[in-house]
């Protein structure tokens, strides 16, 4: 019999759970697949090189260090300490170890998404599901970037919010101390007090009416959540900048320029397939046709966060983290009006499902799946790189081993690449950093990649002596048949010109003939 037990036991240890299958399969196609998703975006690079700057010379630079702008520009490095994270690990594991470590992360946050939902419902079914369309949804905007943090953190901040609301468990002494991190890892730290506002105000309408044991509850509630607003707040400033920081998010979205011309600041795409516009769909219908209705502090988020996704794509990841729970919650009750007949078939298979994972417990999974990631990485089976068709990588090669003085105009896309690849021998015009570069910089770089008028008097004004531009491109095109200009390097990605002159004289006589590659 006691053996039977310890059996049991071991058994129940082995056995991946449907939590431990959920961090399973995410780190698996994050790790395994073939797409190389979390380096689709150029900005890892420069985070690096940054948090290298950082860990080098122990200051926090206050200006530009990577373009050629003189004076340099002013620049809040606010996610130093991500990226001294990231360039830590890019010590140790090269690229490799800080893709691995944000696909770690990642599926950490989902995971613990799903446990999450696991605890506010015993429908298993729905909460596989739920956690599928939340991660499918999310995933838009899965890059090793220091916006990973912000999931995380988010997902934690509305964890203990949520648990103070409807649990009156005093979670929110924990918050000044993730505020402390949170503030310094990324700028979503704004969203924070965003989420701890909605819960103040939701707090505050409820306290105006209603049976008087409700009403007292709710205005306790309010002076707790404002003073926690208050010591949140000032958590906020124990960074480099100090109240800056607090100006920063704001400025930034803010900037109607900005807003317009960053791709990632843009409306979601809804004639692309965009599991954003299902779950936001579905969440509109359960919301009508649901017998639970929301509350007024459930009602605020939806609210506020369907809207930050509509008006930003960037903003997708966030929305799926908090209307989860919400879909949740008005999803359950409707399963009760189903045919009689398949709800009992859809109860029995949901009790089966749920007996099954009770008897699982422990972290082997998870431990082991990171272990064998790390293992693959270490053998050299898993290894991870800028993808050669989508960055320069070539002409980047070519460009470390030539020499080419003067300035630099490179395509936007190419900047963050050539920071990590080619700094400090080359300094470029623009990169990833549109904040810092502003509405007048951002407006010079389009006017010129999109020919419009003055676009010569541009580089001239700049002194712009050597240009490195998609080839598939209106400025490529035009630089060709440009008599002051000549390439000197073209492949499908990138091509390289110089503009006719003294100083680049060997450089011209080397590649007297050089063509632009087929287009990709």
């Known amino acids: ?117 696991r605890a506010k419902s015993n429908d298993l079914i729905l909460v596989i599901a739920i956690t599928l369309l939340a991660t499918a949804t999310s995933s838009s905007h899965w890059l090793a970037r220091p916006h990973v943090f912000s999931l995380l953190f988010t997902l934690a901040w509305y964890y203990l919010l949520d648990r103070f609301q409807y649990d009156h468990q005093p979670t929110l002494i924990y918050l000044p101390c993730l505020m402390v991190f949170w503030v310094n890892l990324h700028g979503g730290y704004f969203f924070g007090l965003v989420l701890l506002s909605i819960y103040l105000a939701g707090n505050l309408l409820h306290s105006l009416s209603g049976p008087p044991q409700k009403v007292k509850r709710h205005r306790e509630k309010v002076k707790h959540l404002f003073f926690y607003l208050l010591i949140v707040t000032g958590a906020c400033l124990i960074n480099p900048v100090g109240y800056e920081i607090l100006r920063f998010p704001i400025k930034l979205t803010s900037n109607r320029y900005l807003m317009d011309h960053v791709t990632e600041f843009l409306s979601p795409n809804f004639h692309q397939t965009l599991p954003f516009k299902y779950m936001l769909l579905a969440t509109i219908g359960a919301a009508s046709l649901s017998r639970k209705p929301l509350n007024l502090i459930q009602v605020g988020l939806l609210i506020v966060l369907s809207y930050m996704a509509l008006y930003s794509a960037r903003h997708v990841s966030l929305f799926a983290i908090i209307a989860a729970p919400l879909l949740l919650q008005l999803t359950e009750s409707m399963t009760e009006r189903l045919p009689v007949s398949f709800f009992d078939f859809y109860q029995t298979r949901n009790r089966n499902l749920a007996q099954i994972d009770s008897n699982v417990t422990g972290y082997l999974w998870p431990t082991f799946s990171v272990a064998c990631v790390i293992g693959l990485a270490l053998a050299g089976s898993v290894r991870f790189t800028f993808d050669e068709n989508s960055f320069p990588v070539a002409a980047v090669e070519f460009l470390k081993r030539e020499a080419i003085s ?101 450089l011209l006589a080397k590649y007297p003939a050089v063509t632009l590659a087929r287009s990709k």
């Open 406 to 506: 003067g300035n630099m105009f490179n395509d936007d896309e190419f900047g963050d690449y050539i920071i990590y690849s080619a700094w400090p021998k080359y300094r470029v015009f623009t990169d990833g950093r549109s904040d810092m570069y502003g509405e007048k910089l951002g407006a010079t770089y389009f006017k010129v990649a999109t020919l419009q008028p003055g676009w010569r008097e541009v580089l001239s004004h700049h002194k712009v002596s050597w240009i490195i531009f998609e080839t598939n491109s209106a400025l490529t095109a035009a630089l060709q048949d440009d008599i002051k200009w000549q390439a000197i390097y073209s492949d499908r990605v990138a091509t390289i010109f110089v503009k006719k002159d003294s100083a680049n004289e060997p």
């Open 1 to 117: 019999m006691t053996r039977s037990i310890a059996m049991a036991r071991i058994s129940a240890t082995l056995l991946p759970s449907i939590g431990n299958m959920v961090f399973l399969s995410f780190l698996t196609v994050l790790v395994l697949g073939s797409d190389n998703r979390l380096l689709n975006d150029g900005d890892t690079g420069y985070h690096i090189r940054t948090g290298e700057v950082i860990l080098e010379s122990w200051r926090i630079p206050t200006h530009d260090i990577f373009s050629a702008h003189d004076p340099a520009l002013e620049w809040t490095a606010h996610e130093w300490l991500a990226e001294v994270t990231m360039a830590a690990i890019f010590k140790v594991g090269g690229l490799t170890g800080v893709v691995l470590f944000f696909a770690i992360l990642l599926s950490a946050t989902h995971w613990l998404l799903f446990l999450f939902l």
